[in-house]
């Protein structure tokens, strides 16, 4: 499976973006996504994941309420609308998949990644 991020750009504070990730190969519908984020200097964490039918969200608590995740099996796409971006939003957002049914929130349960877009906020 390969993945393809982009949407990603500079946004003021309080602006909003779309990520979009484009899947091919594999069996998407069949995949969990997930997103994650690098910041300068700091770890990969995650963002947000839906289930294959995109019923299921998981988020991380600094996000909830501001980004929605989506997808669309037919286009093989998964989104993530992110509103009322923060400076610290800023980091590189990377789209994930995994094989699993649930939605996890750690790295190594994810099995495909993109190669990342950049996202910053200014303030």
């Known amino acids: 499976v390969q993945l393809v991020e982009s949407g990603g750009g500079l946004v003021q504070a309080g602006g909003s973006l779309r990520l979009s990730c484009v899947a091919s190969?594999?069996?998407?519908?069949?995949?969990?996504m997930g997103w994650f984020r690098q910041a300068p200097g700091k770890e990969r964490e995650f963002v947000a994941a839906?289930?294959?039918?995109?019923?299921?969200?998981n988020y991380v608590e600094s996000v909830k309420g501001r980004f929605i995740i989506s997808r669309d099996n037919a286009k093989k796409t998964v989104f993530l609308q992110m509103n009322s971006l923060k400076f610290e939003d800023t980091a590189v957002y990377y789209c994930a998949a995994t094989s699993t049914m649930a939605t996890p929130i750690t790295e190594k349960s994810y099995d495909y990644w993109g190669q990342g877009t950049q996202v910053t906020v200014s303030s």
């Open positions: 839906c289930s294959w039918s995109g019923r299921t969200t």
């Open positions: 190969g594999g069996s998407f519908s069949t995949y969990a």
